[in-house]
């Protein structure tokens, strides 16, 4: 069974950064399109970020110039790196991967646990 482990989350001061991680864990064949989500307590989730395989990258307006999606295909894993970060980006990160587990099968949509991202002084 596949699932994608994140890390990464935390409390941090308006202003500051962090980073956030993603991997799956158990055999894949390759991942596709990558991507980070949240959700705020009594929001709907949204995106936040994502990027194809080839690089190409999407991102909310409200993050543009102060969050940078990046991953590494050999390790199969997405980064997304938070600086100036605003009280605002309060919530729990959810990364998504669009998942090939052999080279014969279908895409299958995966999500994340979910981190706790929380920015207050």
């Known amino acids: 069974q596949v699932q994608l482990v994140e890390s990464g989350g935390g409390l941090v001061q308006p202003g500051g950064s962090l980073r956030l991680s993603c991997a799956p864990s158990g055999n894949i064949f390759r991942a596709n399109t990558m991507g980070w989500y949240r959700q705020a307590p009594g929001k709907q989730r949204e995106l936040v970020a994502d990027i194809t395989r080839g690089g190409s990258t999407t991102y909310a307006n409200s993050v543009k110039g102060r969050f940078t999606i990046s991953r590494d295909n050999a390790k199969n894993t997405v980064y997304l790196q938070m600086n100036s970060l605003k009280p605002e980006d309060t919530a729990n990160y959810y990364c998504?991967?669009?998942?090939?587990?052999?080279?014969?099968?279908?895409?299958?949509?995966?999500w994340g646990q979910g981190t706790q991202v929380t920015v207050s002084s």
């Open positions: 998504n991967a669009k998942i090939l587990r052999s080279s014969t099968g279908y895409e299958n949509n995966y």
